[in-house]
């Protein structure tokens, strides 16, 4: 059995700043690719950023400049540091881990952490 618990959520102003968490637990054999995606109302889900068991990184456009992410291998944790925020940013995250537990190996999803910029 495998959870993901994210945190960090919540209403920031525009060009505040927010830290998202997405820790993995469970009978965990390795961890390959971890990331963020987001969905906003009306929209479909996107990537907003991604990240591999050597720390190479992709981000989309959006938020290139902007965001972070990083992971600690130790902790089967992955963060998404968010500054300069803007309204546009507003959505509901999710946390996506590619896993490998013993035999299978699997991507997960976050239950969602909702971010609103709004003054």
């Known amino acids: 059995q495998v959870q993901l618990v994210e945190s960090g959520g919540g209403l920031v102003q525009p060009g505040g700043s927010l830290r998202l968490s997405c820790a993995a637990s469970?009978?965990?054999?390795?961890?390959?690719?971890m990331g963020w995606y987001r969905q906003a109302p009306g929209k479909e889900r996107e990537l907003v950023a991604t990240?591999?068991?050597?720390?190479?990184?992709v981000y989309a456009d959006s938020v290139k400049g902007r965001f972070t992410i990083s992971r600690d291998n130790a902790k089967n944790t992955v963060y998404l540091q968010m500054n300069s925020l803007k309204p546009e940013d507003t959505a509901v995250y999710y946390c996506?881990?590619?896993?490998?537990?013993?035999?299978?190996?699997?991507?997960?999803w976050g239950q969602g952490t909702q971010v609103t910029v709004s003054s």
């Open positions: 996506n881990v590619d896993l490998s537990t013993v035999p299978t190996r699997k991507v997960y």
């Open positions: 990240i591999t068991g050597t720390g190479s990184t």
């Open positions: 469970g009978r965990i054999f390795s961890i390959n690719r």
